[in-house]
């Protein structure tokens, strides 16, 4: 019997096609789907982003072919080829990207290849039917489609230039913020990041991204097949990071980087003996109050693959909280689950979450049950508080059932309006804290 998908957490592959789009400047995205799509799925991440806007060309701006019944019987190509010149002449745009719905693949459109009609002037296509999967699958097919086309290919290769992928803008509301300061703390040790969506980039900077030495795939779900095909095409190798959340995070990230290009670990130590000054001079600011008022809470982290480990170990190394519960909800590969679940045997904290796959928001109170007492009417009772929850805006009624305190960081996030701030790093750290305490202080 098929499952029906409870408060889903991703749209489908068009509308993470349509996001990672809208993530790079002056790029335009071309839809050949029916009406609807463009400004349904657009609309999902423009508003439960932190309400990150439209963008360049998106929302209702968005060109699409419209297509109805007649199409569908006799096929849209020539549609698409009207509306792809009709676009070009209108619209300016660096780059154009053909992508498609469910009912043009249906019935066998290749506009693939009516976009390679227009390559001389900056189109390029990628099959995005919404059947193909969800959100990561339509990253994947936009950032195939740019590595095989845009990408140039180049023998020369920069000493210490990296990419970056496996970063889903707009899934991962934070992602502007959360980029830059990767970029900041790599340069701190001498290695230059492209980060496709970060601050100032650009096709044209893109274009070069064949120079690089290293990809960093901070992802297993999203950002692997480009990885590969980065490394076919353009002979760039790949390694898998964490996100890093914190100083524990960060400074494994930072020795895992300098170790794979060589570079020298004492101006490492030096960056991370500066960063941590800076950080603990901040946080020592809340020691006091923490200690006073009890902040200490069993944490309960509910995010996908991307966030949910670097936010349990940041809670319970860096913060001191008692982590119970961590709900990951993208992974299905039951080898890619033993291989993420083995990463929390490197937690420090004395306790150890209880780990879960589970993608149905409804079903995370179940599995806290089953791992909490249950209150039989007792006298006495040690009640599962007091507790906080950090996860999507979903999680927000499960928090209210437990009494607990919450914080949305993972998509969806539409009770709170995101600009430019981020949860990696050092920075990122000490920003993360100041969201937590504050919700826990903001009634007093």
Known sequence: MAEFIERAKFSCALGGALTTIA??????????????????????????????????????????????????????????????????????????????GCQVEIIGDDAVNVARRFRDRNVIGANTPGFLGNTFQGYDAVLNAIISEVIEASEEKEEKVVNILGVVPGHDVFYRGNLDEIVRLLSKIGVKANTFFGTGESIASIRQYGKAVLNLLFSGQAGVAPAKLFQELHNIPFISVDVPVGPTGTEEFLYRVGKELKIDKASIDKVIREERKEYYSFFERIVDIYSDMDFQRYALIAADSYYAFSLTRFLANDLGWIPHLTAINDIDDVNDREEYLSKFNSLTSETKPTVIFEEHAGAILNELRKTWPNNNNQKYYDAFNAAFVVGSGIERSLAE?????????????????????GYTGFRGGLTLVEDLISQLVAAR
């Open 23 to 100: 993530g790079i400047p002056r790029v335009v995205p071309i839809v050949h789907a029916s009406g609807g799509c463009a400004a349904a799925l657009s609309g999902t991440y423009n508003l439960a982003s932190g309400y990150r806007g439209t963008g360049y060309c998106g929302g209702t701006m968005i060109p699409t072919t419209n297509i109805s019944e007649n199409h569908i019987v006799f096929g849209g190509e020539e549609r698409l080829e009207e509306q792809i010149e009709n676009s070009l002449e209108i619209l300016d745009g660096d780059l154009f990207i053909v992508v498609t």
């Open 401 to 421: 059932k437990l009494g607990a305190g919450f914080l949305s960081v993972a998509f969806p996030v539409s009770n709170r309006v995101v600009l430019n701030k």
